[in-house]
């Protein structure tokens, strides 16, 4: 079931009487959990209803902005309707994976990276283009570069891996989103949570605004793999010769590096 906040009270009557029991008594209640949040998801049981997904619009962002040394960049964001209501949807889905067992447990992180797997897939067969899922990748580093207080989303170490995998036409091909986990699941290299630890003091220490002392060769062993992480969100943001310049500077390319990413990825096909 969605509600969007606007028309929550009519919506929620829509809901059978067992179902609506298992969720919050007030429709203040649920405004109050969903905060400032564009979207949330409760997850119920029952035969029909997998669960409820909040929407508020006018809390989801049009655009993200962030600091490169010294110069405010943007990325627009488009869809975020459909791409939101996807994530949200895309939780649920893991829950079903869970209940399939496909999967042993579902830690929050999993939670995030599985639901925007789904939301990848979704887009895929709904908009038969990988710019959306290019999309979200960039966002995540955004919120990452902006705070590391989101490093809980940053599901770049899997969304790399699965459009580095799959073309869109090999992603349209899988019917269910089932059948692409059960592919893609096997090969899957999973960050353990001090290689997240450690990734997230280097994007704190490369992206702060405060005065730090520098030190060029801090958790110098994840920076190659930050790089690459990174290198396709700087090109969108920057341009090629701008990111690779901003790298160097970083320390995260030497000048005989080649510089592989190329914003082709990110064109709509």
């Not at 704190?204 to 790089?227: C, D, G, I």
Request: with cysteine.
């Amino acid at each position: 079931m969605i509600c969007e906040v606007s028309s929550l009270q009519p919506c929620l009557h829509h809901l059978p009487s067992p179902v609506r029991h298992q969720l919050p008594a007030n429709v203040s209640e649920l405004n109050q959990i969903l905060g400032q949040r564009g979207a949330m998801v409760m997850a119920v049981e029952d035969s029909t209803i997998a669960g409820l997904i909040l929407l508020s619009p006018e809390n989801l962002p049009g655009s993200l902005s962030v600091n490169l040394s010294g110069s405010i960049v943007s990325l627009n964001l488009e869809n975020q309707h459909e791409l939101t209501l996807w994530h949200e949807m895309g939780h649920l889905e893991a829950n079903r994976l869970q209940d399939s067992g496909l999967i042993d447990e579902l830690t929050p992180y999993m939670h995030e990276w599985l639901a925007d797997c789904y939301l990848a897939w979704r887009v895929a067969q709904e908009k038969r283009s990988l710019g959306p899922i290019w999309q979200q990748y960039n966002r995540r580093n955004i919120d990452v570069m902006q705070s590391v207080d989101t490093m809980s989303h940053w599901t770049v170490p899997i969304l790399s891996q699965l459009l580095s995998r799959y073309s869109l036409q090999e992603l349209i091909a899988f019917e269910t989103f089932s059948e692409l986990m059960s592919d893609l699941l096997p090969q899957l290299e999973l960050p353990a949570p001090d290689s997240l630890a450690e990734f997230s003091s280097l994007i704190h220490r490369t992206f702060s605004t405060e005065v730090l002392q520098p030190l060029p060769n801090y958790m110098s062993w994840r920076k190659p793999a930050l790089r690459s992480y990174l290198e396709p969100t700087l090109t969108k943001l920057l341009g090629e010769e701008a990111a690779e310049h901003w790298l160097i500077e970083q320390k995260m390319l030497t000048g005989n590096d080649v510089f592989p990413m190329k914003m082709s990825h990110q064109v709509e096909l």
